[in-house]
């Protein structure tokens, strides 16, 4: 198993800024993605974290709002910019490595970071 | 596109009632299927892994079974505690490659003592 640390895991924001989440993984993976969970809802996939390449964004989510990057097998950041009341979620960021004689494929989550953008 | 559905969407039990969740997902050529608990405010905890070719998986009190065919799945939990009380998320994923996975809604559940 894989375990998984997120930095910060609260954060209250004002308006206009950008705020940027780590996260650690103990192990190296060969699968980095970023959730979103807003208020009351389920996760909604916001991109796939590529390592040394630019991440692969989900309908509804674009590069300059959401920035990504991984620069090696076991951290990823996400930057939340100019964020505005309705960024505030909960951002989950899941890591596995892809099935092999030796996985299976699971897929773990940290902790999470909470947002509250005022 | 895959869709995932789970009902029901909260469930309120007495204490020691033995339960079911269901989840159904509209594409049947799924890799695996997840479930997973989230307690409020926190991070989601892995509970059981059924690959495509497996039936079912149990872990101590819980049970997943896997009907692909169908396109269903449930989550059994036996003897019911208070500590249950989570909401529990089925996901799915499409193949072994660097695929995501995609969730339900969740059931939000409630063991009374």
């Known amino acids: 198993s894989a375990v998984i640390s997120q930095k910060p895991s609260r954060d209250i924001c004002q308006r206009g800024t950008s705020l940027t989440i780590q996260c650690q993984v103990d192990s190296q993976v060969t699968m980095m993605f970023w959730y979103r969970q807003q208020p009351g809802q389920s996760l909604t996939l916001i991109a796939t974290?590529?390592?040394?390449?630019?991440?692969?964004?989900e309908s509804g989510f674009v590069i300059d709002k959401f920035p990504i990057s991984r620069p090696n097998l076991t951290f990823s950041t996400l930057t939340v910019s100019n964020m505005s009341p309705e960024d505030s979620s909960i951002y989950l960021c899941?890591?596995?490595?892809?099935?092999?004689?030796?996985?299976?494929?699971?897929?773990?989550f940290g902790e999470g970071s909470r947002l509250t953008v005022l | 596109k895959q869709e995932v559905t789970q009902i029901p969407a909260a469930l309120s039990v007495p204490e020691g009632e033995n339960l079911v969740l269901n989840c159904s997902f509209t594409?049947?050529?799924?890799?695996?299927l997840q479930w997973f608990r989230q307690d409020p405010g926190k991070g989601l905890t892995s509970l059981l892994l059924i690959q495509s070719s497996q039936r079912e998986q149990t872990s101590g009190r819980l049970n997943a079974s896997l009907d692909k065919s169908s396109g269903r799945s449930t989550l059994y939990i036996a003897a019911s505690q208070p500590g249950d009380s989570a909401t529990y998320l089925c996901?799915?994923?499409?193949?072994?490659?660097?695929?995501?996975?995609?969730f339900g809604k969740g059931t939000r559940l409630s063991v009374i003592a």
């Open positions: 899941s890591a596995g490595t892809s099935v092999s004689p030796a996985n299976t494929g699971e897929l773990f």
């Open positions: 594409d049947s050529a799924i890799y695996n």
């Open positions: 974290a590529n390592q040394g390449s630019e991440a692969t964004y």
């Open positions: 996901a799915v994923r499409l193949n072994s490659g660097n695929t995501p996975l995609v």
